[in-house]
């Protein structure tokens, strides 16, 4: 049996061993060591909400000229990995960590930074790499900005990919059952006691109904789902943003998604 081997990572606490053939970083590696309870990773579709708001923010970066534009096509080519399904394995953590997510986010600001840097040609061993975590991959976000947009993007995505077409294919079977059975007389029953007689296309038709005010009541909450924190980084104030960023990264997450998100409207908007 083959012996791990590591390599060394430093953060602002020190250094710390991470398995050599892996892209996550010190931060990472603080998380999966610490929090070795329950099981439960973060799920796929926050790894890919996030890989959509990190290639945006690149974009956006480079747009408002404050991130190379050579270091934003390499962010976004690694953020189309993640999203292709190339890198489930680099994010082990459990969704069982500080308050903010803030050690998902800085697993995907390593993993982003590390394998950018392969791709660019150097190995995992180098002390210097060509993108930084912090400065590059994270560059006008926070942790307090990021994870709750990626929960919005997962959410609204899942919502309306899935849980929708879901319920409004369930409905219009319904519904076709509820013609072909128009005239199949039943005994209603109330109170777990026989009632009087209604049709089963009847009674199915209380199920459509049913289903038509859900969708109404779920599509209502989507407005509000839309609506992005990015750009408002640690306490929703735009620190250390350029002007405009947040209208112009929900505009690329926008392209990216294709869903309708926009940036909160926050106070120094009016």
């Known amino acids: 049996m083959s012996k791990v081997k590591y390599r060394k990572e430093k953060d602002t606490m020190g250094i710390v061993n991470v398995p050599a053939d892996k892209y996550w970083g010190a931060q990472t590696q603080r998380s999966a060591d ?65 308050g903010s997510g803030t050690q998902s986010n800085m697993n995907l600001n390593e993993v982003i930074a590390n394998r950018g840097h392969v791709v660019q040609g150097g190995k995992l061993m180098d002390e210097q790499k060509y993108l930084h975590p912090n400065d590059d991959v ?18 609204y ?62 599509k209502n909450t989507l407005k509000h789902l839309s609506e992005l924190a990015l750009g408002g980084t640690a306490v929703g104030t735009g620190l250390n943003t350029p002007k405009g960023y947040d209208v112009l990264v929900a505009k690329h997450i926008v392209k990216l998604s294709g869903h309708p998100f926009v940036p909160l409207p926050w106070p120094w908007h009016r």
């Open 34 to 98: 610490n929090f070795k309870i329950g099981g439960h990773r973060m799920p796929v579709e926050i790894i890919r909400a996030f890989a959509i708001l990190k290639k945006a923010a690149a974009i956006t970066n480079a747009e408002l000229k404050v991130l190379d534009p050579k270091k934003a096509k390499l962010i976004g080519q690694v953020c189309d990995e993640i999203l292709e399904g190339k890198l489930d394995d680099q994010f082990p953590l459990v969704v069982w960590q500080t």
């Open 138 to 155: 994270n560059k006008s976000q926070s942790s307090n900005d990021t994870f709750p947009t990626a929960m919005h993007i997962a959410a």
């Open 157 to 218: 995505k899942a919502v309306v990919e899935v849980t929708l077409p879901g319920i409004q294919k369930l409905r219009d079977t319904l519904n076709e059952k509820a013609k072909q059975y128009k005239n199949v007389v039943k005994i209603g029953r109330t109170h777990f006691m026989d009632a009087t007689p209604l049709t089963l296309g009847q009674e199915l038709s209380g199920y459509v109904s049913q289903l038509d005010h859900c969708m109404v009541a779920i």
